[in-house]
């Protein structure tokens, strides 16, 4: 995308990424296939947001109920990170990209959760993009664990029962300290949000596309954002 001083570069873009089983059936390729063809896509798009200066990129990678799926598939996707991180990891350092990985860490591979404690801390101060991946991640789980953590709180009397605000509710989320979506797009043409940053979207503009997600290239991107350019964002005002 060719800098235009028109279009409103959104400070946080949060990304649904379906479709690489559809893409792979389509090929006739195994799921897992289809998987790694998404992954191989995935660090495309990382990269291009970051070139057009994007802050956060979040993006739904596994999520809780993903664990009914075949076995087969979950350990595909269970090592899939491990072999992500490894063959990309300096390329993000060298392109000056933080990783943060949010959700839940329970059941996870101790394999799994050194290499994402790994590539946090070597990434923790870079200071371009901030690349969210959302694993083992649901939205209704997070909103019902940071509850529990208020309510200890007050009972330990850290925090006030009446000092309790949406903004400090935010800093119980998995997303702490991380600003509210502004665009959230989903790939292959399904029209639902499927448990993800259900608090973090309240205000965000939706974006969906039929393309499946090995297939959304940088120019399915540029779309995405112009036509979030052309929103009028009122956030509940006239």
Known sequence: MEQDSKLNIPTHVAIIMDGNGRWAKRYGLSRSMGHKKGAQNLLKIVLYANKLKIKYLTVFAFSTENWNRPKEEVDYLMKLPIEFFNEFEQRFRNENIKIKVIGSRNDL?????????????????????????????GSQLEIVEATKNIYQDIINKKLQIEGLTPQIFEQYLFTKDIPSVDLLIRTSGELRISNFLLWQIAYSELYFTKTLWPDFSTRHFDKAIKEYSKRNRRFGAI
């Open 109 to 137: 591979p101790q394999e799994l959760v050194d290499k994402i404690e790994y590539v946090e801390e070597v990434t923790k101060d870079k200071t371009g993009l901030t690349f969210i991946i959302a694993f083992n991640y």
